[in-house]
């Protein structure tokens, strides 16, 4: 048999064979990589939760009491309402041996995770304090951009 003869029936057998074998695999590959894109999507959908379900809902909240704000330089005290959902800020200094007491009106809100203490004329609330650092009588939150504590003195 001559060596000439086999060469040219030979290559496009395999290259038939190679092309049919290549296309089959590409499929099949293309369609595994989606199926599985697919389940890894529906996984994720599912097991997902919405953050939002474990909290409360937006708009007013309700405390009581009046807090003391520590460390403030003012003597600075925040008096909850529940009823009208504001907090009345009252700050005490001394200025030169005369005790001068000032009070300011703030409207209380949630956003689902915590408090926010801000004027009704403000876009930046002044304090915001989570409701998962809420203890009996002491709460951890942000005043003025400082961590403070709030220390229930009175309540209603």
């Not at 002044?126 to 003025?144: A, I, M």
């Amino acid at each position: 048999m001559n060596k000439s003869n086999l060469q040219p029936n030979l290559f496009p057998v395999l290259f038939r064979f190679y092309d049919r074998m290549q296309s089959s695999f590409l499929s099949t590959v293309s369609v595994s990589i989606l199926s599985l894109i697919l389940v890894f999507l529906l996984i994720s959908t599912l097991s997902c939760k919405d953050d939002e379900q474990d909290y409360k809902e937006e708009g007013p909240i309700q405390l009581e009491g009046i807090w003391e704000i520590h460390p403030s330089a003012t003597h600075a005290k925040l008096d909850f309402n529940t009823k009208s959902g504001y907090a009345t800020l009252i700050t005490d200094t001394n200025i030169e041996g005369f005790l001068s007491r000032e009070t300011s009106e703030f409207i209380l809100l949630s956003d689902g995770k915590g408090v926010r203490i801000q004027g009704e004329s403000e876009t930046v609330p002044t304090g915001y304090f989570l409701f998962q650092d809420r203890k009996k009588e002491v709460w951890l939150g942000l005043w003025k951009e400082e961590l403070v504590r709030l220390v229930q003195i009175k309540s209603n």
